[in-house]
């Protein structure tokens, strides 16, 4: 039997639209290392990595961190701005105009109808 792929949760961290913003505003991120209790945190809160949103137990491991692979893809995947709602809505199609559509294309039996509607503007009598 195959084995059931679960999201794990605990272990998730923010996404980088969410990173993006902590980079941006130091506002937002104080908002988000408030939201746990002090205690809770390893090494007390103090050492934190913004661009991965982690927290570690000591500086020693924040430095060794910063050197390795994982953190440094993720400062590679931070470098490209994050999608807007505006272009998501434009690459699907939303929000855009493009006016009226003309036909172009009559099929036989439309252009057979629409000459048979016109009707002669002199009379003969």
């Not at 927290?55 to 020693?60: A, I, N, R, S």
């Not at 994050?82 to 272009?87: A, G, H, L, N």
Request: with cysteine; aromatic share 4%.
């Amino acid at each position: 039997m195959g084995s059931i792929r679960r999201s794990k949760t605990k272990r998730r961290t923010r996404d980088l639209d969410q990173i993006h913003a902590d980079l941006r505003s130091s506002k937002h991120l104080a908002q988000h290392k408030t939201l746990k209790p002090v205690e809770d945190l390893p090494g007390l809160g103090q050492w934190y990595c913004t661009e991965c949103a982690k927290w570690f137990e000591g500086e020693h491991n924040l430095i060794e961190h910063r050197k390795g692979k994982n953190h440094k893809r993720r400062i590679r995947s931070l470098r490209e701005e994050p999608y807007t709602q505006k272009e998501a809505d434009a690459a699907a199609g939303l929000g855009t105009d493009n006016g009226p559509q003309k036909r172009t294309n009559l099929t036989e039996s439309e252009s057979a109808s629409a000459a048979m509607d016109v009707e002669p503007t002199e009379s003969i009598t």
